[in-house]
C-alpha cells in the first residue's frame, strides 16, 4: 500500500512539453489512409451505379448523360457522406479515391456541401441544365 | 429493453434518489431510482430506452452492404465488433468464408478496439473514483492507440474495416513496426496502471471490497465478458466460441476471483496484456494471402443465424435472418451492457450512495448500445410496450403539436 503514486507522472510533466496539439495553429499531417474528401475520375468511369448502390447515406450519385458515349457528373453530398469509403471498395476500375488532404471540411452555407465533378465541358452543360429546372420549379411554385 | 416494476408508491416512506436521464455524472441517459435508507442504498431500479435509435428496424429498409456501416455506428467505442459481428453473420448466411489474411486483419483491429476501450475505461472509472490524475494520464496514453488505429484503418472511431466477405486494407511492413513500437510504449505504461490500481491506498479504499459479486451470483445475473471474469466465472468468447475468427490463434483466460471493483479492475488491465500478446502473435504470424473472397453474393440466401463476438464489454449477440432479398428481414442485436445491468441493482443493494457510480461504472456501461425498444409509463402509473408504427404516430403528432412540420 502506497499513496501518490502517480505523483512521479505528474512532476515528470513539468519539465515535458504538453502533449495537446494547438490545433489549428499547430497541424499534424493527416495518415494517407484517412478518408477524407472524395475524388472521381470521370476519365475511367464507365457509369455502372455501384458506388452509389450500396452507399449507406445516398451520399454519391452517378447521373449518366449519354451512356453511349460514357458522358458522366458526378454529384457528391459531402454532408451526407459516412466517410466509410465503400464507393472505393465497390469502384472496379479506380475511379474514386478518398483524400488525406481534404478533411477540414466545415463550411457556413449548405451550397457548399453539393460537390459536382466531371469534365469541363459536360460540367458546363449538366449546370445550366440543373439551374434552368431549377428556374423553372421555383416558377411554377 | 428494461424495465424493472418500481419499488414503491407515493404513500411509502421510503426517501427515493432519482438520478437521470439527464444527469451531470451520467455521460449517457438512463434513469436510475435509488431507494435509500440514511446513506445505505435499500432498492435500486432502472429504466433505459432513451437513446433508442430505431436501428434495428433501419436495418429492414438498407441492403446488406449498407447495413454494416448502420450497425457499425450503433456504438462508437466498440464500433469494430458490431460490424465484426454482423459480417460473420451475413457470411455464414451466404456460405463464404472471409480469406484467413482478412480475417487476421479483422482481429487485429478488434485487439486494438479492446486496448482503446478499456483504457478509455480505465480513465472513467478513475475520474468516478476521483482519481482524476490517473484519468488524464490513461487518456493521454490512449491516444497512440488511436493514432495506430486512425494510421492503419484511416479513422480513428468508425473503423469501417470490414467488408462482407473480407477487409479494406491490408497491414504493410511499415504499419506493422508502428503497431509493434506502439505495443512496446503501452505495455510499460500498463505495467505502471496495473501498480496503481493495485497498490495506491486512497484509490483501494473505494475499490476494495465495493460491490462485491460472488460467482455464484455472477452466473445468476447472467453477466458477461470482464465483469464475470472478475468473479471467478470462465466466460470469454473467444476460447468459448472461437468460430470463424479466434481458431488460428490461441487466447489465454484471464480470470480473477475476487469480484470486487478492484478486481474489476485488474481483469481488464490484465486483459490488455493478452492482448497486447495477441495482437504481436498475429502479426508475427500473418497468413499471406487476398483480403476480399472473389464473388460476395448482393442477394443472400434465405434463412437465419446467430453470431458472436467478444466486444471489449463482453457478449455482443446477432440474429440476422434473411428473406433471400438484398435486404435483411430481421436483425436483432444484444449488446453486453444488457446482461451486466441487472448486476449493478443488485450489487448496489446495501452499499452507500456514494459508490453507486463506481459501481455503474464498474460494468462498463454503454446504454446507447442497449437502447432497443420503448416502454411507456401512462401517467396512472401503468407501463406498455409501443409498436414501431405507434412511436411513429406519437413522433408525428408530437411534433405537430409543437408547431412543426
Known amino acids: ?141 | 429493453m428494461m424495465t424493472v416494476a418500481a419499488p414503491t408508491t407515493q404513500k411509502s416512506e421510503k426517501f427515493i434518489v432519482p438520478i437521470g436521464p439527464q444527469h451531470p455524472a451520467l455521460k449517457e441517459p438512463g434513469h436510475f431510482e435509488f431507494a435509500v435508507d440514511g446513506e445505505i442504498v435499500t432498492d435500486a431500479t432502472v429504466r433505459l430506452g432513451y437513446v433508442h435509435r430505431g436501428i434495428e428496424k433501419g436495418t429492414e429498409s438498407r441492403n446488406w452492404a449498407q447495413n454494416l456501416y448502420l450497425l457499425e455506428r450503433i456504438c462508437g467505442i466498440c464500433s469494430h465488433t458490431h460490424a465484426f459481428a454482423y459480417v460473420l453473420g451475413v457470411e455464414q448466411l451466404a456460405e463464404v468464408e472471409a480469406p484467413p489474411r482478412a480475417r487476421a486483419i479483422r482481429m487485429v483491429v478488434a485487439e486494438l478496439e479492446r486496448v482503446h476501450s478499456h483504457f478509455l475505461w480505465l480513465g472513467v472509472g478513475a475520474h468516478e473514483a476521483g482519481f482524476d490524475t490517473l484519468f488524464m494520464y490513461s487518456w493521454r496514453d490512449r491516444e497512440t492507440v488511436m493514432d495506430l488505429l486512425e494510421s492503419l484503418t484511416g479513422n480513428r472511431v468508425n473503423y469501417s474495416a470490414c467488408v462482407l466477405g473480407g477487409v479494406k486494407f491490408d497491414i504493410n511492413g511499415e504499419q506493422t513496426k508502428g503497431i509493434l513500437e506502439g505495443l512496446d510504449f503501452l505495455e510499460k505504461r500498463t505495467h505502471h496502471y496495473l501498480n496503481v490500481i493495485q497498490q495506491d491506498a486512497l484509490f483501494l479504499q473505494r475499490t476494495r471490497g465495493v460491490g462485491v459479486m460472488t460467482q455464484q451470483q455472477a452466473r445468476q445475473l447472467g453477466v458477461v465478458g470482464p465483469t464475470a471474469r472478475a468473479s471467478g466465472v470462465a466466460r470469454d468468447l473467444r476460447i468459448d466460441a472461437p468460430g470463424q475468427h479466434y481458431n488460428d490463434f490461441n487466447v489465454n483466460m484471464i480470470l480473477e476471483t475476487d469480484g470486487d471493483l478492484a478486481a474489476r479492475f485488474v481483469v481488464r488491465i490484465r486483459d490488455l496484456f493478452e492482448s497486447y500478446r495477441i495482437i504481436r502473435e498475429i502479426l508475427s504470424n500473418m497468413p499471406e494471402g487476398d483480403l476480399v473472397v472473389k464473388r460476395m453474393p448482393r442477394k443472400i440466401k434465405a434463412g437465419e443465424t446467430i453470431s458472436r463476438v467478444e466486444a471489449p464489454r463482453g457478449e455482443a449477440f446477432y440474429y440476422i435472418k434473411s428473406n433471400g432479398s438484398e435486404m435483411p428481414e430481421r436483425i436483432k442485436v444484444r449488446t453486453p451492457t444488457l446482461c451486466n445491468m441487472a448486476s449493478v441493482l443488485t450489487l448496489t443493494v446495501g452499499q452507500h450512495l456514494a459508490d453507486v457510480p463506481m459501481i455503474l461504472v464498474g460494468i462498463d456501461p454503454c446504454f446507447s448500445c442497449n437502447d432497443r425498444s420503448v416502454t411507456v409509463t401512462q401517467p396512472s402509473g401503468q407501463r406498455e410496450h409501443w409498436t414501431w408504427e405507434q412511436v411513429r404516430r406519437f413522433g408525428i403528432e408530437y411534433y405537430q403539436r409543437q408547431g412543426g412540420q
Open chain 1, 1 to 141: 500500500m502506497r499513496i501518490g503514486m502517480m505523483l512521479g507522472d505528474v512532476l515528470r510533466a513539468l519539465w515535458q512539453r504538453p502533449v495537446t496539439e494547438k490545433y489549428p495553429f499547430e497541424r499534424r499531417e493527416a495518415p494517407t489512409r484517412l478518408r477524407g474528401k472524395l475524388r472521381w475520375d470521370p476519365e475511367k468511369c464507365t457509369g455502372c451505379g455501384l458506388c452509389g448502390k450500396e452507399c449507406p447515406s445516398n451520399a454519391v450519385e452517378v447521373i449518366t448523360i449519354d451512356k453511349k458515349n460514357k458522358r458522366f457528373v458526378m454529384r457528391y453530398h459531402m454532408d451526407r457522406c459516412t466517410y466509410c469509403a465503400q464507393c472505393v471498395q465497390n469502384c472496379r476500375f479506380d475511379c474514386i479515391e478518398m483524400s488525406h488532404e481534404d478533411w477540414e471540411l466545415a463550411a457556413a452555407n449548405k451550397e457548399s456541401f453539393t460537390v459536382f465533378y466531371g469534365k469541363d465541358e459536360e460540367l458546363d452543360a449538366f449546370l445550366d441544365a440543373v439551374s434552368a429546372s431549377d428556374l423553372a420549379e421555383t416558377a411554377v411554385s
